[in-house]
């Protein structure tokens, strides 16, 4: 059974800094692109940032450019998003998600396959 687990959300101010993880299992980890999403109230879900874990490659919103990174640790079968500089626009459910295909770091939402519960970040200004 795929699982897919993210933590790391919570309360932080304008400025601060967060890491959200997301655990994998139940798949091959390096047969997959492993995404975050996020969907702030009223809007629809965006893609924030994309790994292939296979070839390394990277995808990020122009919107979080510069203040996030994402970085996958095959051996854990664990994907990060270190997110610093935070924005009270930053605000949504962060969602992480896996697409079978191992390269390009495309995150067109409608190419993922499975997906976890969600963990909410919440920037105060």
């Known amino acids: 059974e795929v699982q897919l687990v993210e933590s790391g959300g919570g309360l932080v101010q304008a400025g601060g800094s967060l890491r959200l993880s997301c655990a994998a299992s139940?798949?091959?980890?390096?047969?997959?692109?492993i995404g975050w999403f996020r969907q702030a109230p009223g809007k629809e879900r965006e893609g924030v940032s994309c790994?292939?874990?296979?070839?390394?490659?990277?995808f990020y919103a122009d919107s979080v450019k510069g203040r996030f990174t994402i970085s996958s640790d095959n051996a854990k079968n664990t994907v990060y998003l270190q997110m610093n500089s935070l924005k009270p626009e930053d605000t949504a459910i962060y969602y992480c998600?896996?697409?079978?295909?191992?390269?390009?770091?495309?995150?067109?939402?409608?190419?993922?396959?499975?997906w976890g519960q969600g963990t909410q970040v919440t920037v105060s200004s």
């Open positions: 998600a896996a697409r079978l295909f191992p390269y390009g770091s495309s995150c067109h939402e409608a190419l993922y396959d499975y």
């Open positions: 139940g798949f091959t980890f390096d047969d997959y692109t």
């Open positions: 790994i292939s874990s296979r070839d390394g490659s990277t």
